[in-house]
């Protein structure tokens, strides 16, 4: 199992007072948390990982992530899942960082 970076607790990404998104990270991988509507179905989303951009969003909408990343990753080991109300974006690479 990856070692942890300090504190262990997930990190929330805060705009206008609405939490956009929560991650965590460890030497190899960080890991994004979306809180998903409802009434979303998951054949709605759309994601797309590449090794240098992520997007995320719903079909038919403007996406709600579209990021060049700082750092490449390993697209063939990133992925999303649904896990219970949050939206799981597990990224395989070192110190990925969302760049504007």
């Not at 805060?14 to 956009?20: C, E, F």
């Not at 948390?33 to 409802?38: A, G, Q, S, V, W």
């Not at 060049?68 to 939206?87: N, Q, Y």
């Not at 690479?93 to 969302?98: A, I, P, T």
Request: hydrophobic share 35%.
């Amino acid at each position: 199992m990856a070692e942890k970076l300090a504190p262990e607790k997930r990190h929330s990404f805060v705009h206008n007072g609405n939490t956009v998104f929560e991650w965590d990270q460890t030497l190899d991988e960080v890991n994004m948390y979306i809180k998903r509507p409802m009434e979303v179905r998951p054949q709605q989303f759309h994601c797309v990982i590449r090794s240098n951009h992520l997007t995320f969003g719903i079909k038919g909408s403007p996406p709600f992530l579209d990021h060049d990343l700082a750092h490449p990753v390993k697209t063939d080991c990133s992925f999303w899942t649904i896990e219970g109300r949050s939206v799981h974006l597990p990224v395989d690479g070192k110190w990925v960082v969302l760049v504007n």
